[in-house]
């Protein structure tokens, strides 16, 4: 199994402002993930945090609204930038260590923007 | 692609009910099977898993079938405590680079 710390665990933050969230895992994982849960809905799948390059970003994702960085096995960070209260939202981190095990999850960040 | 339907929710049942959460899916390739609580205020847990066809996955007096010819995963448990009460979630696991699809969830809440 995989602990995974994620700061901070809630923020509410002005419109326009960007906010970057953190995500520690406890061992090294081989892959990484960011998702956001809206209030009431499941979990959409942001992107793959890479180590040492580019996230990959899933349709609808773009890199200039959500960077990350991966720069070790250990450690990535999401930005959410130029919020608008559309972005409020539960963003998750989540490792795995091999195709087809389970996903662990960090206690998610609340981000309320206004 | 992959896709989890959940039946729709929320469900509300009274302590030492039988609880019955209906999940199929659409996948390449043979999948991983999940189901996932969030209680409230947290992130994800894992609860059971089933890596092949007719694998049942067990924890905390909860279980699922992988049933691939029906393409079911649905969670079971015989007698619900209050303390039961949070969001499950379905989930699959394939070869696509370790990405998981999520169902929608289902709100269960067990009233005493």
């Known amino acids: 199994s995989a602990v995974i710390s994620q700061k901070p665990s809630r923020d509410i933050c002005q419109r326009g402002t960007s906010l970057t969230i953190q995500c520690q895992v406890d061992?090294?994982?081989?892959?990484m993930f960011w998702y956001r849960q809206q209030p009431g809905q499941s979990l959409t799948l942001i992107a793959t945090?890479?180590?040492?390059?580019?996230?990959?970003?899933e349709s609808g994702f773009v890199i200039d609204k959500f960077p990350i960085s991966r720069p070790n096995l250990t450690f990535s960070t999401l930005t959410v930038s130029n919020m608008s209260p559309e972005d409020s939202s539960i963003y998750l981190c989540?490792?795995?260590?091999?195709?087809?095990?389970?996903?662990?999850f960090g206690q998610g960040t609340r981000l309320t923007v206004v | 692609g992959n896709s989890v339907t959940q039946m729709e929710g929320p469900v509300t049942l009274s302590e030492e009910a039988f609880l019955t959460i209906n999940c199929t899916y659409t996948a390449t390739g043979y999948p991983s099977l999940f189901w996932y609580v969030q209680y409230p205020g947290e992130g994800l847990q894992l609860l059971l898993k089933?890596?092949?066809?007719?694998d049942k996955g067990s924890n905390k007096g909860f279980e699922a079938t992988y049933r691939k010819e029906t393409t079911s995963f649905h969670l079971e448990k015989g007698s619900v405590q209050v303390s039961d009460s949070a969001v499950y979630f379905c989930a699959l696991s394939n070869t696509n680079a370790g990405k998981s699809t999520f169902g929608d969830g289902t709100t269960l809440t067990v009233k005493p």
């Open positions: 061992s090294q994982v081989t892959m």
């Open positions: 945090a890479n180590q040492g390059s580019e996230a990959t970003y």
């Open positions: 089933a890596t092949k066809a007719d």
């Open positions: 989540s490792v795995s260590s091999y195709e087809n095990t389970e996903a662990f």
